[in-house]
């Protein structure tokens, strides 16, 4: 498996933590001017358009912090002890020519298992968050998403808001 992850550039881009929290424009915008290691945060405050070839503003158009936990930690170490430039993540001939995606789901077909998107990966870094009782506001703000509602697809999605509703009631029978 490591061979097929290497040869497909995936273990760094989708298969670690990085992958999960940002948009795809975002993590390929990311510098290590971004990452503050002290405070243990990281910066998002731009996004890469493959389209346009230029880095603009993110997606809701206003910066925002992601916490850095210990794995993320031990990654962006491992990443900045082979730093070649100013960007975080390694520039990958298929993910700058926009083949993220196809790449995914080669690696899902791979692994036997159903093929997902790219974006994906943040709905289930999202859904992990809820799931372990992180507040709402605070998965909002680590996401980037300006209103409920668009966080509000990703719990229906995972069905945790309605788990636990009904423990607290009592019913007779």
């Given at each position: 498996m490591e061979i097929f992850l290497q040869k497909f550039s995936l273990r760094t881009v989708n298969g670690k933590a990085p992958g999960r929290i940002f948009r795809n424009g975002e993590l390929y915008a990311l510098t290590w001017d971004d990452v503050d290691f002290e405070n243990r945060r990281i910066r998002v405050s731009k996004s890469y358009n493959k389209r346009s070839r230029e880095t603009k503003t993110t997606k809701a158009g206003y910066w925002r912090n992601i916490p850095i936990n210990d794995d993320l930690m031990k990654l962006l170490r491992d990443l900045q002890s082979k730093r070649k430039n100013n960007f975080v993540l390694p520039r990958l001939r298929d993910w700058a020519h926009g083949y993220q995606a196809k790449v995914l789901r080669t690696y899902c077909t791979y692994l036997n298992i159903t093929p997902i998107r790219f974006h994906d990966?943040?709905?289930?870094?999202?859904?992990?968050?809820?799931?372990?009782?992180?507040?709402?506001?605070?998965?909002?703000?680590?996401?980037?998403?300006?209103?409920?509602?668009?966080?509000?697809?990703?719990?229906?999605?995972?069905?945790i808001d309605e788990v636990g509703a009904t423990n607290k009631l009592s019913f007779v029978l």
């Open positions: 990966l943040r709905a289930c870094f999202a859904t992990q968050l809820l799931q372990n009782s992180v507040p709402p506001a605070t998965v909002m703000k680590i996401c980037g998403w300006k209103d409920l509602d668009t966080m509000a697809r990703y719990i229906r999605v995972a069905g």
